[in-house]
């Protein structure tokens, strides 16, 4: 089970992190993703931890998204900096068993395990 939070509204050029707390199964074992998914698009892959700590970024956040994981509490993080009202979605975080090079990563049906969502929204 997945559960994000820290979504929110917040101006543009401002920042947030979302967190995502894992239960019920081995955390060191997983690959992570984040997601979001805006009104009328597709989920976009944001950001991978692989379980052998790999680290991947879509062109869309490089430099201004940054994930990271805490595995002593069984939760990853996204740290999100210099938004702006194209970042407002819904950011999901996901989970997979194993390690994950981005070309798979990157895609929603490379893992088994979904957080609820947490909705961002990026003022103008």
């Known amino acids: 089970q997945l559960q994000a939070s820290g979504g929110g509204l917040v101006q543009a050029g401002g920042s947030l992190r979302l967190s995502c707390i894992a239960s019920?199964?081995?955390?060191?074992?997983?690959?992570f993703g984040w997601f979001r998914q805006a009104p009328g698009k597709e989920r976009e892959g944001l950001s991978c931890i692989s379980s052998d700590s790999a680290e991947y970024y879509a062109d869309s956040v490089k430099g201004r998204f940054t994930m990271s994981s805490d595995n002593a509490k069984s939760t990853v993080y996204l740290q999100m900096n210099s938004l702006n009202p194209e970042d407002t979605a819904a950011y999901y975080c996901?989970?997979?068993?194993?390690?994950?090079?981005?070309?798979?990563?990157?895609?929603?049906?490379?893992?088994?395990?979904w957080g609820q969502g947490t909705q961002v929204t990026v003022s103008s």
């Open positions: 996901a989970g997979s068993s194993g390690e994950l090079l981005w070309n798979n990563a990157r895609y929603s049906d490379s893992y088994s395990y």
């Open positions: 019920g199964f081995t955390f060191d074992n997983y690959a």
